[in-house]
Each structure stands twice: as C-alpha cells, then as structure tokens.
C-alpha cells in the first residue's frame, strides 16, 4: 500500500484510484465488486459498478462519522463492522471507498478447500453434508450471537443511524475464539431521514411489510430486521416472522428470557411507533425484562385556610446591641473616646 493510500485511511481523506494496487476480487454483486489490496494490508476496495448513481456526499458523511469517534469508539466500529475509511476517486468522480476486511475467524473451509464467509444463514438452518465445514454455536454461543448483534445494532441507533438492509447476508459470526459478529454492507446504513449512498436494497423474506415508505428504509424498519435476527436465530427458523408463534430451541432461554422474548416477537409485528426498541431486546435477552409500574398519582392538595394570611398581629420593638468596638451607650466592649 503506497503512503498516499495510508495516509487517505488514516485521515479520511479521498485516495485515488490510480493509486490502489489491487490483488484479485474477492466478492460481487448487484452495485459493485470487491477487490482484495495487495501487500497483507487488510483492506478492501468496494468498486461502484454504476459511479453516477453514487451519492458522494453520504459517503463522505460515512467517514466523517467515524472519523469524529473518539479513539476507543472507532476502535470497537472497525472491529465489528466493515465501515467506510474513505473514499475513492476516479477522474473527480466517486468510484468507491475502502474498508477492513472481516477477520478470518469468520471464514468456513468447504470440502473442495474453498473459503466462504461465516454468514448468518448458517444458524437459520439445520446442518447439512455440505455446510459441515462451519463450526456451530453450543445453546449459550448462540445466545451470546443474538445478544451481539443486538448491541451492535442498537449502538448504531445511539449514533442516530439507520442500517436499512439487514439480512442473513451481511452479518457474520464466529464462536473461535470466543463469539462475535461483523456487520458487512455498511455504506447502505445513513443518518435518520437521509438519503443513502446507493438505492435502498432489501433482501428476500428480510422486508418490512408494513412499511409505509416503500423501500425508504427508518428506525422502525430497523427494528423490525432485529426482531427477525432474534426470533430466527433462537429458533433456527429462517422464514419465520413476528406474529407466528415463536417455538425456540430448547436449551437457549430461562422461562423468564423466554416469556419477554416471546412478549417482544409479538410486539414486533406492530405498526410503526409500537415496536420494541433495542435496548428492550437486550433487557430481555439477560434476562432483565422491563418492569412496568403504573404512573403515579399526583399528590392531594392540602387544604390551606387562607385566612390565616389575613390576620394581623401585634408589632413589637427589636433592641440591637451597638456594633462590636463603636462607642454606645452600654457597650462594655465599645473602645474610650479619645484623650483631650
């Protein structure tokens, strides 16, 4: 990686194109390819396919998000997500931006000796001959993968973002050496109420479908997609959906996690403004439910006779003594008139 490459990750400033020297793709889709940066770096270059549906100005918004974290922060984004260090340019033109990859750790070997990534789909579903190769969560690892992605996601929400695309695609997870999750495909996450870097994407049996805004993605969709996580994951259920009954795996949840659990799954097929939030989520998934008290009444007004105030009584006289060393009559303390 040239230093002005390094230099553009570690400021967050525009790198160009020209610059990049790349090392064989790694990944496709539908807005852009993935290309692997030569010499060990660890970084990856996301290459637009369409740059003129790009909008720059919510890229750069991306990176300058992370770049205002103080250090600790930024630390813990990058270790969790595949967030945008900068931008690329091409001829004036946005052409991409550059990120970490996920760690290696979230990688599976197949049996042709094939690397894929650890994606969420593989605890949607029963283990199959052909998916063998990836090392599955015991009961409480895949607790601790719910309760993951659950802070992730409400951490992002803490800085007044939305994910909007949110599927069994783009989140990983590993249980080697301890559980985690990497969130991929974050320059589709925006600030509340702007517009994306590239056109709303939602992946199949991941969309809300009571969304009043189309495709536009909001908080309360978001929400939606974590109730999906939640219930799926527990379940082992990949097409389930709030308002079916939820049958979890045995083995996962308390009677008192898997009572708020379910009371939340319901609550989750609401209309908009009516949906668990995350941190609702979380109190439920260790087993700290929210404990509703009934609001207080306000206190009773005493009553006060006003006559009282009306009344007046008798006026005395207060007697001051002189003040301390000035002359006065009785003032033992008071200091000699001055010699003749």
């Known amino acids: 990686m ?15 194109r020209a610059a ?14 993935i290309h692997r940066l030569a010499g060990g770096s ?47 340019v091409a001829e004036g033109r946005c052409a991409g931006f550059l990120m970490h990859a996920a760690p290696d750790t979230m990688r599976w070997r197949t049996a042709a000796g094939a690397f894929r990534l650890t994606e969420l789909q593989y605890l949607l579903h029963p283990v199959k001959p052909a998916t063998g190769g990836v090392v599955r969560p015991d009961p409480a690892q895949r607790l601790d993968l719910v309760r993951l992605t659950v802070h992730l996601i409400a951490d992002l929400h803490r800085y007044g973002l939305v994910i909007g695309d949110l599927s069994q695609a783009n989140i990983l997870w590993t249980v080697a050496p301890e559980p985690a999750v990497f969130l991929l495909d974050c ?35 978001d929400r939606y997609k974590a109730a999906l996580v939640v219930g799926r994951v527990l379940a082992q259920d990949a097409y389930l959906a709030p308002g079916a009954p939820l049958d979890l795996l045995p083995g996962i949840l308390t009677d008192r996690q898997t009572a708020a659990v379910r ?11 009516t949906r668990p939030d995350l941190a609702a989520w979380a109190g439920a998934l260790d087993g700290r439910d929210v404990i509703r008290l009934p609001a207080l009444a306000p206190p009773q007004r005493r009553p006060v006779d006003e006559s009282l105030f009306e009344r007046r009584s008798a006026r005395g006289t207060i007697r001051l003594r002189p003040p301390r060393g000035r002359p006065g009559p009785g003032n033992p303390l008071a200091a000699p008139p001055p010699a003749p």
């Open 2 to 16: 040239s230093a002005a490459v390094a230099s553009a990750v570690a400021g967050g400033s525009d790198a160009d």
């Open 20 to 33: 990049l020297v790349l090392d064989g793709i790694v990944g496709a889709g539908g807005q852009g390819r």
């Open 42 to 88: 660890g970084l990856l270059f996301k290459e637009y396919l369409d740059p003129a549906g790009v909008d720059a100005g919510a890229l750069a918004d991306l990176v300058a998000l992370r770049r205002a974290l103080g250090e600790t922060e930024r630390r813990a984004l990058d270790h969790r997500t595949a967030w945008p260090l900068c931008r690329v």
């Open 187 to 221: 320059d589709g996450i925006r600030r509340a109420g702007a517009h994306p870097v590239l056109d709303q994407a939602d992946t199949p049996d991941w969309g809300d479908p009571l969304s009043p805004y189309g495709s536009h993605a909001t908080v309360d969709s």
């Open 263 to 273: 009371r939340l799954w319901q609550q989750a097929a609401g209309a908009y403004g």
